[in-house]
């Protein structure tokens, strides 16, 4: 006797993760400000690459037009097209990975957008971004498409939530790490500076530099005493490492960074003589030395 259970059958897009660059968080938040008036979100197209592992690496992003009205979605398909041309020819590495919009949920318009990305790659990635800091968080959130079937007979498709993160490669993590730690001490407090100057910066990446290097040491001394398995990968990574430092004492070192170091406090110096001497000139310029009778 044959079963007359149904059976509904998800459709596996592959992805797993997506990992976003801190670049396309900056793009989304840029586009959201410069919106036009009364537009409650915008939408993007996202790009990077898919790895075999199933995550998604979204490394760049660009702003896409469109237009909503009722329950109406339209797009720019022609810009769309010459934009993804255009970063085509600048980065031929990075490939059409799905599409970005601001808010906090999906709706009906958001399938009609994603079945048009799904025209345009295969296995599109959502990426919903709250850029009104709604819950007071820089929230975001992935989605893929799952359609559902009854043999070869397609029914509906819906939002999957996937893990999504934020990882920055080495540059970004420089700049974040400098973003961060400019930023006010405390709320409110109007004396604390902006900036940090270049000593300031100079001195905190030494700090770093050196709070890495007694826990490397501190690791490496545990692994030659048995207390903790060393591996291997981490050990061809720290020999490459110091395979690119130059041989020299500390007497040596000691000079150069000293030398270094008085080469940047000259630059400052003339920066800050050149900026003075342009207020002064500037000054003198606004000066009104014509005869009066």
Request: net charge negative.
């Amino acid at each position: 006797m044959e079963s007359t259970d149904i059976f509904l059958g998800g459709e596996d897009s592959g992805v797993r993760e997506v990992q976003v660059s801190p670049v396309v968080l900056f793009n989304v938040l840029d586009h959201f400000i410069r919106r036009t008036e009364g537009k409650k979100r915008v939408i993007g197209t996202l790009l990077g690459r898919f790895s075999t592992s199933g995550t998604v690496h979204v490394t760049d992003s660009f702003p896409l037009p469109h237009s909503e009205s009722g329950d109406e979605v339209a797009v720019d398909t022609d810009y769309h097209k010459n934009m993804y041309d255009l970063h085509k020819r600048v980065n031929s590495t990075e490939e059409l990975v799905g599409w970005y919009a601001t808010g906090t949920e999906t709706d009906l318009k958001s399938v009609i957008i994603h079945e048009f990305y799904g025209r345009e790659c295969v296995n599109p990635v959502h990426l919903l971004v709250d850029a009104e800091l709604s819950s007071e968080r820089f929230d975001m959130s992935a989605f893929v498409s799952t359609a559902y079937k009854i043999d070869d007979l397609a029914l509906s498709s819906e939002f999957r939530s996937i893990p999504v993160c934020m990882k920055p490669d080495k540059a970004e993590k420089v700049g974040l790490d400098v973003l961060f730690k400019n930023r006010r001490r405390e709320e409110g407090d109007l004396s604390s500076p902006v900036m940090a100057s270049e000593l300031e910066n100079l001195e905190k990446s030494m700090e770093r530099l050196l709070d890495l290097l007694d826990t490397i040491g501190k690791n490496v001394d545990a692994v030659v005493a048995g207390e903790v398995e060393g591996d291997v990968t981490t050990g061809r990574f720290l020999a490459e490492t110091l395979t690119m430092v130059p041989r020299m004492n500390a007497a040596d070192f000691e000079r150069l960074f000293g030398d270094n170091m008085r080469d940047l406090l000259m630059v400052a110096y003339l920066c800050k003589l050149t900026q003075t001497q342009l207020i002064v000139a500037e000054k003198l310029l606004a000066v009104d030395t014509s005869p009066k009778y």
